[in-house]
């Protein structure tokens, strides 16, 4: 299974981004894609996850609200849509797949892809 997630850049605050997960190699066997970010000096953070063969979606509650998780299995692709943010919210994002696993802990999930840098101006 690879994982590649893609979408971040140079923003302002108050500007929204949508960050796309594209998954190869087995999205079939999935269970939940999840994605989180790391910020230097800070520990990985959980953000949002999605079971992968429903509509069922867990969120940090700090995010709660300003950031949405989606998905469209037919290109085996998952979302993560952030509003109205901060230079709080810069960080490298990334997202993670769970054959077995939903939930906010970064051990649950087996497959991580190459994140994607988000840097929100002030």
């Known amino acids: 299974v690879q994982l590649q997630a893609s979408g971040g850049g140079l923003v302002q605050t108050g500007d929204s981004l949508r960050l796309l997960c594209a998954v190869s190699?087995?999205?079939?066997?999935?269970?939940?894609v999840a994605w989180f970010r790391h910020a230097p000096g800070k520990e990985r953070e959980f953000l949002a996850a999605?079971?992968?063969?429903?509509?069922?979606?867990t969120y940090e509650d700090s995010v709660k609200g300003r950031f949405t998780i989606s998905k469209d299995n037919a290109k085996t692709t998952v979302y993560l849509q952030m509003n109205s943010l901060t230079p709080e919210d810069t960080a490298i994002y990334s997202c993670?797949?769970?054959?077995?696993?939903?939930?906010?802990?970064?051990?649950?999930?087996?497959?991580w892809g190459q994140g994607t840098q988000v840097t929100v101006s002030s």
């Open positions: 190699g087995g999205a079939f066997s999935a269970y939940a």
């Open positions: 993670a797949l769970s054959k077995t696993y939903f939930g906010p802990r970064v051990p649950g999930y087996n497959y």
């Open positions: 999605i079971k992968w063969t429903s509509e069922t979606t």
